[in-house]
């Protein structure tokens, strides 16, 4: 696909369309838009543009698809597979002003918002209304990134990924047209589910301008608990008995011994350097939450399990659960100057030791930094594996040594991505994983977008 680069006749005609304040061509706005928060170099936009509203985003669109000029769309820029990374140059959309939560209807449980809504601004303002929108990636991400990327996190085991709490679309094409899908009713059998279509969609089919999300009621009580376990099958076992005996975690979270170690360094908590669980529990009472960390004491001891400490109440369970958040950035800050790839796969249940003791053999075998941590519950595993920035010899190693787990996780059943979408570093095992699904991928794509402008050079091999 031949794109245009913006020239100066461009930027005039745009600027009838934008005030000069919400458009820039500058060096630093370019810099800032070049990376996302993942290992993939970077590549400048031509100019970024701060919309506010719907017929602007539509008429921005419409130009550019006139003039054949790339638009990716850009939340917060915590992405990890440089999936906002403006690949083709271009234009950016930057949602950052489109920040508006637009009504909260709490006895519908549903929520309007714009798209740069950061989500946790949004739990910030439900709090008090005891509801919470649950996917929560971690990083200051917003909406209409979350829902591009089908976003997920710690809770997801417990409420589902960011596709299960999306309810209503508005949605600009890549000819600026704008429709609408989905209803404010909590489910639907009406038609083609086009709302799921674009959920995951990583702004290639057109750009999220509105979106009616699910909520759920806040929980009451909270209990959380950290088990270490003499291995890993014994860590899996407890994982599946967790989730067999009905206890419905709220994160069920896998720790290999090098976080752990990094957690002590930071946190000075003085696990044991062994495979280990970072659990929560919700419900109505302290009884309840107690009740279900003893049973989840049990099912780990009768595993093997070796420590076991527990705490109730939201104190305490942010003081458990705080170390597990931050472990990402604690291993960035352990290895400054380094860039860290952050694998991201999933596998069924039952594969999940087998994946973990593979890839852990791979990161010894090669000498390379690695840490394995997973949501468990969800057989999804995140390998982070730092190499010096400019060893061009051992980005080599860790290109290979994350080739070959992916491709193990296809094997298995599994996922090349479970949750930080395609982007560019999963594009090459997308006829690996989809097969003939691939070819009516790209006949979705050139329908919604015959020209390709939308966020080009993502997703397709
Ligand atoms: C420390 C750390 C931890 C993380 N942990 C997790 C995790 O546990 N789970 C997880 O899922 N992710 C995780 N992530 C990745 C990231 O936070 C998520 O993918 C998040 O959804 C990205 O949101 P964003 O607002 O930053 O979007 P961006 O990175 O800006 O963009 C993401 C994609 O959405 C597109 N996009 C943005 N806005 C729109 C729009 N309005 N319409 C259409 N497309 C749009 C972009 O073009 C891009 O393709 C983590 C990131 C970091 C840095």
Redesign the pocket.
Known sequence: MEFTRLNEKHVRDLMTMVPTERFSTGESTLDLHSR??SHHRPTRPDGVIWPIGKSEVSRILGYANEHTIPV?????????EG??IPVHGGLVLD?SLMNHIIDIREEDFQADVE?GVIYKDLNEKLRHKGLFFPP????D??I??????N????RTVRYGSTKDHVLRLSVALANGEIIDMGTRASKSSSGYDLIHLFVGS??TL????EATVRLVGLPSEFSAGIATFPDLGAAGKAVFGILRGGLSPATLELLDPKCVEVINRERGLGLKALPTLFMEYHGSSEEQVSELMEMARDISSSEGCVDFRSGIGRAERDHILGARHEL??MIFRAHPGYRVLSLDIAVPITAYPEIISGASHEVLERGLVGYTFS?AGDGNIHLLLAGEEDDSCQWAVIDQVSEKIVLKALALGGTATG???V?IGKRRFMEAEHGKALVWMKRIKALFDPKGIL?PG?IFP
């Open positions: 996302d928060q990716t769309p850009w939340g917060a820029g915590s992405s990890l999936n906002p949602f798209p929560d990636p971690g990083a991400a917003t209409g990134g979350m829902i591009a990327n976003a997920s996190g710690t990583e702004g057109g750009i999220v301008l990402g950035e949501h949750e930080h979408g982007g966020n993502k």
